[in-house]
């Protein structure tokens, strides 16, 4: 007899598995790092921040308040680490086409996961975007970085953090395509 069993995670549970996750690799990268392993120009980028848990914590409709369990999160970590949260943001279109692309191409629990997430709503997409602005009010987020293009994003990024060496940058570019 065949028994299949539909697992819907919650916001809430894929949040939890997301930060577990995402702790397990900040702390591999300072075990790295204490062992004298460093990271080009000692940055690493990671995806998301736990203040975009507290965007998706649709259930806590609040202010930003550093009572908030993600918020305190994103406090702790940014006592350990020395971090800089950057809002990712493109013009509604181009959010538009992305989620919809997303959703299309999912499969399995990625697509599971994008339902609990609610990506396929256009009302909650929308309340995402009042919550981020929120953030951005009350001075949680460091800076804005447009990603309707991507090489644009990545030369803001790189200019905001002081890693803007356009001749070292050139120089590597150079030396990886030689190889080719």
């Known amino acids: 007899m065949w028994h299949s069993t539909h697992f819907q995670p919650s916001s809430a549970t894929v949040g939890m598995f997301w930060l577990a996750q995402w702790t397990k690799e900040l702390e591999l990268l300072e075990h790295a790092h204490r062992k004298g392993q460093p990271h080009k120009d000692n940055v690493v980028f990671v995806h998301r ?3 975009s848990l507290w965007v998706h914590d649709v259930s806590r409709m609040q202010p930003p ?16 680490f020395s971090c ?9 279109i181009k959010q538009k086409q992305r989620l919809a692309e997303r959703m299309f191409y999912a499969e399995n629990e990625a ?59 050139k120089d590597c570019i150079t030396t990886s395509t030689d190889k080719l």
């Not at 550093?66 to 940014?78: H, K, S």
């Open 49 to 51: 921040s736990p203040v």
């Open 65 to 80: 308040s550093r009572t908030n369990v993600w918020l305190r999160v994103a406090d702790e970590v940014n006592t350990q």
């Open 84 to 92: 800089s949260t950057l809002l990712c943001h493109a013009e509604d």
């Open 111 to 169: 697509k599971l996961i994008r339902i609990a997430l609610h990506e396929d709503d256009a009302e909650l997409q929308q309340l995402y975007q009042s919550k981020y602005k929120e953030l951005q009010d009350k001075e949680w987020i460091d800076a804005v970085v447009q990603t309707t293009s991507v090489k644009q994003a990545q030369a803001q990024v790189l200019c905001m953090l002081g890693l803007d060496d356009w001749q070292a940058f």
